[in-house]
């Protein structure tokens, strides 16, 4: 086989390029453009089983940026979907029967396998919370009216003082 993953939907959310993949293993993986090329530890996002990927995508996913974080659905509370790979031809024949008899003696038999959507909606939950973190540091905005805003809200608040 020469393919090892496919491109399952690739979209625009806020200004993020969102990939989502779907790989030879059975299981989907999420990646979001970022400005800055930080690891993804150094990051405080909440995705499926946390960020596990930080860097320049290593295949041509059709990817508009050059650095990505992302997140795969490849724990042991997920299921493997190897119907899936088997018919974007990502697995042989001979290959997909082993992985189906290996399937019943894993922990990961009976668990669900995270969908599309699943894997969209992480997708844009990163987004959002990149923007969060975006919005309260974004020397753009307008200073003036957060100060004014802290001490309507605050009178006796330090941040009064700035």
């Known amino acids: ?34 400005d800055d090329n ?5 990051y405080d996002i909440e995705c499926h089983g946390g960020l596990s990927f930080s860097g320049t995508l290593p ?7 050059t ?3 992302g997140f795969d659905c ?9 119907n899936t790979a088997l018919a974007y031809g990502l697995l042989t024949e001979k290959r ?13 038999f009976l668990q669900p396998v995270r969908s599309l959507e699943y894997v969209e909606n992480e997708c844009k939950k990163i987004v959002d919370q990149l923007e969060a973190v975006d919005n ?12 004014e ?7 006796l608040s330090v941040y009064h003082n700035f």
């Open 1 to 34: 086989m020469s393919k090892f993953a496919v491109v399952e939907k690739q979209f625009e959310y806020k200004g993020h390029d969102c990939i989502c993949v779907f790989g030879c293993r059975g299981y989907r993986c999420g990646y979001v453009s970022v």
């Open 38 to 42: 930080k690891e993804f530890n150094e």
């Open 59 to 65: 295949y041509d996913y059709g990817q508009k940026e």
């Open 67 to 69: 650095y990505y974080i």
């Open 74 to 82: 490849g724990h042991i509370c997920d299921g493997n979907d190897y």
């Open 96 to 108: 997909f029967n082993e992985l189906l008899e290996m399937q019943i003696h894993l922990p990961t």
């Open 136 to 147: 309260i540091y974004d020397t753009d905005k307008d200073a003036d009216a957060s100060i």
């Open 149 to 155: 805003f802290l001490k309507a809200v605050d009178p």
